[in-house]
């Protein structure tokens, strides 16, 4: 089982729906995470921290369920601007850092 | 604020010759970080750096990878000789840890984009 799993995709929905996308991850140990956005041929950028809490900015909202070992990011009102690959990253460890990606999931936003 | 440097943006060799690639992080980030993202996949990481000390290496392809941080500032990875499968784009990213929480936040360069023929 790979560490952190993502459907690849791609999720193609018409503007202004809701889209919602799952990341699992197989170290129970796992201490922070993140979402992260990359445009086509550009280098990732952090989108989101991920709190036990949950949290929102704007129009997305991302969860984390440490029992299930997921995470989750949801975006409302979908806007041609969010098409992008979403990557999902886990931090390993508690002191110190060892991040993990995920493999991204496509999303296109269709006019 | 300047942010993590790369160079060069581009380059295409042949089978069994060798490249390097260059990476300035952030002023003041103590950890940098070499990725190889592979088409269709996420980051996948070669080597880590706390300073000029490495920290993580373990998916580094040592019988032809080499990186280095001589200064604790910037490194250079290096590739020799290359394979058809070495084509990837090479990211650097560094890091801090955020005061209030400790979490740490990575911040990427442009990357290289490594085309072996």
């Known amino acids: 089982r790979k560490e952190v799993e993502q459907d690849p995709g791609p999720f193609n929905v018409p503007e202004g729906a809701t889209v919602a996308f799952n990341c699992t991850y197989s170290?129970?140990?796992?201490?922070?995470f993140f979402w992260y956005r990359q445009d086509c041929r550009k280098e990732p950028k952090l989108l989101m921290s991920v709190y036990s809490s949950g949290n929102e900015d704007g129009r997305f909202t991302a969860q984390l369920n440490r029992a299930s070992q997921y995470i989750s990011l949801l975006i409302r009102d979908s806007k041609l601007s969010d098409s992008a690959t979403y990557l999902c990253v886990v931090n390993k460890k508690l002191y110190g850092q060892n991040f993990v990606f995920g493999p991204g999931t496509r999303l296109s936003v269709l006019p | 604020e300047a942010g993590v440097a790369q160079s060069p943006r581009y380059k295409i060799i042949e089978k069994r010759q060798s490249v390097a690639f260059w990476c300035n992080p952030i002023s003041g980030h103590a950890t940098l970080y070499w990725y190889q993202q592979i088409l269709g996949q996420g980051p996948k990481l070669l080597i880590q750096f706390q300073n000029n000390g490495v920290v993580d290496d373990s998916q580094l392809p040592k019988d032809r990878f080499s990186a280095e941080r001589l200064k604790g500032v910037d490194s250079t990875l290096k590739i020799q000789p290359a394979k058809l499968e070495d084509s990837a784009v090479y990211l650097c990213a560094s890091s801090f840890s955020l005061p209030t929480s400790g979490k740490n936040i990575q911040y990427f360069g442009a990357g290289t984009r490594l085309s072996v023929l």
């Open positions: 170290n129970s140990a796992s201490q922070s």
